[in-house]
């Protein structure tokens, strides 16, 4: 079965540090892998998302997060953290098993950027 | 990327109504998924609403709960019956046209049940 962890509840960084948010992945074949972002009372805003291809993926507001096949994970990142970049981040993997192309999701991470 | 519409935005019901959601997409898609999430949780999946036929249900959610219907392409209803304050939640929908797209959401539907 396809799964998804993000081993952190919490990540704490001051403004103007690099900031990474880790997620590592279980899956039988390919994962397809994705990034997702949710504000205070807003809906999920997509981040950046891994299918083939280069290994460091570029996305929204300065995120880029590096597949890394040998340790299964996929791990967000942004050189330069911003306190509007607190926010509620979750990490998923496409279920490649069914016909309904659903996300596996983790559990969340809350990243708080403090001034 | 999609726009995605749902209505309504939020609302308070009382025990034992029933409340259905509405999910607009701007442009035809393959899949539209239902998700339920608490706030500050991770999101569960109710189903998989598909065109033409019924919808495809998660372990924990029964039709005879949450009825699906799924009209075409671009819309989806999603109805909790016989709501009890258990069902007070963030009710997401959202589309997907393959493998390799990228899943929208909508901005979601705050439901309080008294």
């Known amino acids: 079965a396809q799964s998804v962890a993000q081993p952190e509840d919490q990540v704490n960084v001051a403004e103007g540090n690099p900031l990474t948010v880790k997620c590592t992945y279980s899956v039988s074949g390919n994962p397809y892998l994705f990034w997702y972002v949710q504000y205070p009372n807003r809906g999920l805003q997509f981040l950046l998302k891994?299918?083939?291809?280069d290994n460091l993926v570029k996305g929204s507001y300065g995120f880029e997060a590096e597949f890394n096949k040998s340790q299964t994970s996929f791990h967000l990142k942004k050189p330069s953290a911003l306190v509007s970049d607190s926010a509620l981040y979750f990490c998923?993997?496409?279920?490649?098993?069914?016909?309904?192309?659903?996300?596996?999701w983790g559990a969340g991470t809350k990243l708080i950027i403090k001034p | 990327s999609a726009v995605i519409s749902q209505k309504p935005s939020r609302d308070i019901c009382q025990r034992g109504t029933s409340l259905t959601i509405q999910c607009q997409v701007d442009?035809?898609?393959?899949?539209m998924f239902w998700y339920r999430q608490q706030p500050g949780q991770s999101l569960t999946l109710i189903a998989t609403?598909?065109?033409?036929?019924?919808?495809?249900?998660e372990s924990g959610f029964v039709i005879d709960k949450f009825p699906i219907s799924r009209p075409n392409l671009t819309f989806s209803t999603l109805t909790v019956s016989n709501m009890s304050p258990e069902d007070s939640s963030i009710y997401l929908c959202s589309e997907s046209r393959d493998q390799t797209d990228t899943q929208y959401f909508g901005p979601g539907t705050r439901l309080t049940v008294l």
């Open positions: 891994y299918i083939t291809g």
């Open positions: 609403a598909n065109q033409g036929s019924e919808a495809t249900y």
């Open positions: 998923a993997v496409r279920d490649m098993g069914g016909s309904n192309y659903q996300l596996i």
């Open positions: 442009s035809q898609v393959t899949m």
